[in-house]
Structure formats: C-alpha cells, structure tokens
C-alpha cells in the first residue's frame, strides 16, 4: 500500500506543476510571454503562501479552499485558452487524485514525515 500512496503523492505534485503550466498557458494566451511568467509566479506565491502542506498561512480551511481556487483557476484558464477538452482534463484528474490523497492511509504518510 505504500507504493500505491507514495505514487498518489507524487501524483499531487504532478498536479501543482501542471496549474503553474495551465496558469502560464492562459497567461501567454491573454498577453504574451512576460504575463505567462507574472501568472506562474504568482500562482506559485499563492500556493506557497496558502495552500502548500508548510503555508505560512494555511490552515484547516484555508488549504483546501486555496487548492480549490488554484486547481479550479487553472481549469478554467486552459477552457478560455481553448483547451477545452484539457481543461475538462485537469479539473477531473485535480478532483479525483486530490480525493484520494485524503485518504487516512496516503494522507498519514505525509504526516509521518
């Protein structure tokens, strides 16, 4: 089950990087590459500060709906880009490997360290 729970985590990762992506996608597509770079910064700062398991300013509620606004705004900029089919893509992978790195034996292994 470890295996299974360390792949999930690392899954939740792969998810964090693609939102920094899809926020960068739909910033190069409203304003070029220098508002591409301004939005993954910025997405990255705003989970850092709020949603990241260490945030300075995360807590039992503002961690989940941090990740909430970040994996939603990123679903919804790669739509207006016109990935629709990827939007639809990322929101249901963000929702479902989300969920089940709740789950008391994946999330206890984040807990554990």
């Known amino acids: 089950m470890a295996i299974f729970g360390w792949s999930v985590l690392f899954l939740v990762f792969v998810d964090e990087l693609l939102a920094i ?3 960068a996608t739909w910033g190069e597509y409203q304003a ?4 591409a770079v301004l939005v993954a910064l910025l997405t990255t700062l705003g989970w850092y500060l709020f949603a ?7 807590g039992r509620l503002a961690r989940p709906v941090g990740k909430v606004i ?11 880009s ?4 990827l939007g639809i893509a990322y929101f249901v ?8 790195a709740q789950l008391p034996s994946i999330s206890a292994l984040v807990t554990d360290y």
Not at 32 to 35: C, I, M
């Open 52 to 58: 990241s398991p260490k945030a300075r300013f995360g």
């Open 93 to 100: 992978f963000s929702v479902v490997i989300n969920a089940t």
């Open 82 to 85: 016109g990935h629709h089919d």
């Open 32 to 35: 070029g590459a220098w508002f």
């Open 21 to 23: 992506a899809a926020a």
């Open 70 to 80: 970040v994996f939603t705004l990123a679903s919804v900029g790669l739509w207006v």
